[in-house]
């Protein structure tokens, strides 16, 4: 682990400890390949691949660590080291990651991917608001993450199960989630997060669980999860919202703009020509949740 840490950090301003490593790499819910490149002792670059499932059944490959030490980039490492862990793989439908803006054209060239920018949504006005009549919990071993919507094979949309949840919220090395529900069920995951270099602070609605065609529970159970972290101290709340789209129009009506900072950019590469339609990111959802960046 002090190999891997040490790559890491070296290509990121926010440091992060080992326990956040262990927890995304080795403490995962389905086993992970990671394929590292050395330089005699030294890590000089990694890949490797989560799997998760669409909600229409396709095997997703979540591209894991694509990290090739500044020194040694622009060399073909990273070419080389995707081959190899993708030989090892046989039974992926798609290739998929959020990759931040400095890697975009490296990512694009080796990989082959198409890019969307993510759908950002932030809250700045002074606004406040009043409990809707929601219930807030903090995300432990004994939280229960059901689902709260029939799927819809028009949507492509990670299948956030109650056992990736758990692992995702209740068992974070250093982020605490708080669930704010409805008495209905309908349940949004939220977090406080500071950053480390600016220490500006911002309160992300990171999960939706509802029925995304029912907008008037959508907005009640968004204006729930505004109101609790209002009521933390975070002026500034984020999430995330595909145009075009029922969840856009509520959370515009609440008072959401569309972020001007680029954060990260969803990649998608299709292995199966089969399912090229994937490609038609207007019948993508996707949430903060998707990116294990919040």
């Known amino acids: 682990m002090p190999l891997l840490t040490a790559l890491f950090n070296s290509l990121f301003l926010v440091q ?8 995304q790499s080795f403490e995962y819910i389905s086993p992970v390949i990671i394929m590292g490149a050395f330089y005699g002792d030294e890590l000089i670059g990694t890949f490797g691949i989560q799997k998760r499932t669409l909600n229409n059944g396709l095997v997703c490959g979540q591209a894991h660590w694509p990290a090739i030490a500044p020194e040694w980039q622009g060399k073909s490492i990273f ?14 439908d798609v290739l998929f990651n959020f990759f931040p803006d400095r890697a975009k054209k490296a990512v694009e060239k080796s990989l082959d991917m198409k890019m969307l920018d993510t759908p950002e949504m932030i809250l700045n006005s002074p606004e406040s608001f009043e409990n809707p009549g929601v219930i807030v ?16 094979l028009d949507i492509y949309a990670f299948d956030n199960t109650p056992v990736y949840r758990l692992w995702r919220y209740a068992q974070h090395p250093f982020y605490a989630y708080d669930v704010v529900s409805l008495d209905s069920g309908e349940y949004a995951v ?27 529970t959508m907005k009640k159970l ?21 145009p075009d789209t ?22 998608l590469k299709v292995i199966d020509s089969h399912h ?10 996707l949430q903060q949740c998707d990116s294990q960046k919040y």
Not at 222 to 242: E, F, K, S, V, Y
């Open 16 to 23: 992060k400890p080992e326990s956040f490593f262990l927890w």
């Open 79 to 92: 070419s080389e080291l995707t081959k190899i862990v993708l030989a090892r793989y046989n039974d992926l």
């Open 137 to 152: 919990s903090t995300a432990a071993a004994k939280t229960t993450f059901k689902k709260h919507e029939a799927e819809k």
């Open 190 to 216: 939220v977090k406080n997060f500071t950053d480390p270099v600016t220490r500006d602070t911002y309160g992300d609605i990171v999960d939706i669980e509802c029925d995304h065609g029912d907008r008037r």
């Open 222 to 242: 968004i204006i729930g999860a505004c109101w609790h972290l209002r009521a933390q101290g975070m002026d500034d709340i984020t999430t995330w919202a595909m």
């Open 246 to 267: 029922e969840l856009r129009e509520v959370v515009e009506e609440i008072g959401f703009k569309k972020g001007k900072q680029k954060q990260y950019y969803f990649g």
């Open 276 to 285: 090229d339609y994937l490609y038609d990111f207007s019948r993508w959802r």
